[in-house]
């Protein structure tokens, strides 16, 4: 086992695999919305479709991050880490503490449901609005685990294994859908949203700093420390901004 | 023409999920080459200081969206 196993390249499957259950989760209650009521035909297809050019921009940006200076590539893809991770933190630790409604795919997937039910025209023309709606909503959902598998992936030449564990995480939520046939309802999204949140900003951290030159202590061993911290923080802030908003609204 | 513009929505709410925070991250980086630059700080320092202050960003964030939600 390389040396950086438990320290780099675990957190890093990890947090691909978590996120891509978040947003497949997501994009999969639309997709068995079209499926419901239109047919599996236009679902299938939406999907396969946006799959193929969602596997297509890894192919493509992830070899070619590889031409950029290694700094400079640290620096940009911990920026956008720290962007990408501190927002869904945020996000997780406003929703824990009752500020912000939680996401429910129960409410998403009956939205979906009735809107294509409304849609009106020929049976032709419902098929491929059907296969739009599908389509777009793994695109869309995609475009994270893209993002996150190329950023975590490209830091340390670990693009192969950050596919792995979105991949992964596809097989599995298709397939217990596939199995269940109903919207993923009792998927923890905002636990793993907050854990994702918290390994992201850490790589974040860890990356801008190597790539300003931080010459950081234990060299990998640190993002295990500055994990903990957000870790701790964003918990703390669950507990305080929960006592306030309670406060607030009574 | 609705899908490319929805995916260009999609990727700028990817990082701008609240425009305050997401310019003082970008602040706090580019404070913290600065410091680097110029040698006012050590390596070690310039990294502890940016983990602090992204996480005193999180929580300015948080607090200051649990008081507007509060008080609408």
């Known amino acids: 086992m390389p040396p ?23 994009a999969f209650t639309i997709v068995l919305a079209v499926g419901t009521t239109r047919g599996w035909r236009p679902a ?44 869904w933190l945020r996000k997780a630790v406003l929703r824990s503490a009752g500020v912000l409604p939680m996401h429910d795919e129960i409410e998403a997937f009956a939205e979906e449901s009735a809107e294509l039910q409304s849609q009106t025209g020929a049976p032709k023309a419902l098929q491929w609005i059907a296969g739009i709606a599908a389509f777009k909503a793994v695109l869309l959902e995609g475009l994270e685990v893209v993002f996150i598998v ?56 860890f990356w801008a700093g190597e790539g300003l030159g931080v010459d950081w202590p234990g060299a990998d061993l640190i993002l295990i420390v500055l994990a903990a911290a957000f870790l701790l923080v964003g918990i703390g802030l669950v507990r305080i901004a929960r006592t306030r908003f309670e406060r607030s609204t009574i | 023409m609705t899908i490319i513009s929805d995916v260009f929505k999609e ?43 992204c996480l005193v960003i999180l929580a300015e964030s948080v607090m200051r969206e649990t008081r507007v939600r509060g008080q609408s």
């Open chain 1, 4 to 26: 950086e196993f438990w320290t780099v390249i675990f957190p890093a499957v990890t947090a691909t695999f978590l996120a891509s259950i978040v947003e497949v989760v997501e």
């Open chain 1, 44 to 87: 299938i297809a939406g999907t396969v479709a946006a799959l193929g050019i969602l596997a297509l921009i890894v192919i493509i940006l992830g070899p070619a991050l590889q031409f950029i200076p290694i700094n400079a590539l640290q620096l940009f893809v911990g920026v956008l880490l720290l962007l990408f991770g501190m927002g």
């Open chain 1, 150 to 205: 190329i950023a975590v992936g490209s830091g340390k030449g670990l693009l192969w294994e950050a596919s792995l564990g979105a991949l992964a995480a596809c097989v599995l939520v298709l397939g217990v859908g596939a199995f269940i046939h109903k919207p993923l309802a009792q998927v923890p999204e905002n636990t793993l949203k907050f854990g994702v949140g918290v390994m992201l900003s850490a790589f974040g951290v």
């Open chain 2, 11 to 53: 990727l700028f709410k990817m990082f701008v999920a609240d425009l305050r925070q997401t310019l003082a991250i970008l602040g706090c980086v580019s404070f913290i080459a600065i410091l680097l630059q110029k040698a006012l700080v050590s390596p070690l320092a310039g990294g502890l200081l940016l983990a602090l202050f």
